[in-house]
């Protein structure tokens, strides 16, 4: 109750502040909108989730080909491309996504870097791009997050490809 309390007076606090008045246009009070932040809160809280647990989560949102290659290490296919997540002893998850079979310079991981948020890229050994994001676990971890951090991911890697697509050099 006290928890639903505070989001509730926070919540009007800052409508109040932003000029909204105490029922929105679609009729929704200000005691619907702090349960429904206050439910969606509830999610658990860990420090680390097991592989197996991961896996679960992840095939629950409806991803394909996800299946342990070793502790620690989960291979799973977004849009038809092998994605690596590392769950670490720490509880900090990893995602990996490697491209060969171009040709690109530094110049192209740099302007991702300088124009992307919540990834990186770079060049490995071979001079393949790889891109890497992280979520670290400090302050403990929710499935909630592990989900937004997958969608995130997606994104950007499909963005990634494009981008990649427009800076391959192998015709030059």
Known sequence: MLKRLNILISL???????????????????????????????????????????????????????????????????????????NTKSGDLQFFYGVSGGKWIYEDMNEWNKTKRLTRAYLDSDNDPILESDLLSDGGISKKNVIEFTRVFAISRAAFRRFLQESNRDSE
């Open 12 to 86: 009007c606090l800052a409508l109040t502040i932003n000029g909204v008045s105490a029922g929105t246009e679609s009729g929704t009070s200000f005691i619907d909108m702090a349960d429904e932040i206050s439910q969606t809160s509830n999610a658990p809280i860990v420090d680390k989730f097991s592989d197996q647990d991961l896996i679960k989560i992840l095939q629950e949102e409806g991803y394909m080909g996800v299946s342990i290659i070793k502790s620690g290490k989960i291979r799973m296919k977004i849009e038809g491309s092998t994605v690596i997540l590392y």
